[in-house]
Nanobody, 120 residues
Framework: QVQLVESGGGLVQPGGSLRLSCAAG????????MGWYRQGPGKERELVAR???????NYADSRKGRFTISRDNAKKAAYLQMNSLKPEDTAVYYC??????????????WGKGTLVTVSS
């Protein structure tokens, strides 16, 4: 019923920038929030940034200032602008959405992930 499609990952040099996109497809009532998580090699999945449909944001402390999350409610999409990238940012980045399937019924969905590699 709900599909999250990420795009924008790839190879970038240290200090470079990248913009990730996530689009939600399918039939549902609405989206309360969308976010980005990442999982580096040998590490647990962690929060990068999250944004509600009203524009309230939440960032992991170590990434606040370099990363910016935004959204386009009309397009049912969220974006992650990543600047001053470091090798430790290398990870698979996953889109997450808190979706209102029907009135009063909320469920989280995950995208399949997009790989970001920061290397010279």
């Amino acid at each position: 019923q709900v599909q999250l499609v990420e795009s924008g990952g790839g190879l970038v040099q240290p200090g470079g920038s990248l913009r990730l996109s996530c689009a939600a497809g399918g039939r549902f009532f609405g989206i309360n929030a969308m976010g980005w998580y990442r999982q580096g090699p040998g590490k647990e999945r962690e929060l990068v940034a999250r944004i509600t449909s009203g524009g309230s944001t939440n960032y992991a402390d170590s990434r606040k200032g370099r990363f910016t999350i935004s959204r386009d409610n009309a397009k049912k999409a969220a974006y992650l602008q990543m600047n001053s990238l470091k090798p430790e940012d290398t990870a698979v980045y996953y889109c997450n959405a808190e979706v209102v399937l029907t009135a009063g019924y909320i469920r989280e969905f995950w995208g399949k992930g997009t790989l970001v590699t920061v290397s010279s």
